[in-house]
């Protein structure tokens, strides 16, 4: 296994990585600045204000991409074990 096939290996692995949490962090990102902004504009600093919205819109999310979410792993992870005779020099 030469370098190029491990950093191709782990650039695969970071996209990936990334394409998988991008649904569950840009909902928890926008839900928690409109609440925010909310808390902002009337003056509520209450901590489980902002928790438990977070909490409810990342499992909606979840729910929602989740089907994606394990496709997208699996058929990684079918490349990965594809890749395996031609790593170790077999094919």
Known sequence: MDTNAVLDIAMQGLIIAAK???PVLIT???V???VSLLQS???IQEV???FVPKAVAVGLALLVAGHWMISEMVSFTHQMFDKIPSL???G
């Open 20 to 22: 998988l949490a991008a």
């Open 28 to 30: 928890a990102l926008v």
């Open 32 to 34: 928690g600045f409109a």
């Open 41 to 43: 504009i009337t003056q």
């Open 48 to 50: 489980t204000l902002s």
């Open 88 to 90: 170790l020099g077999g």
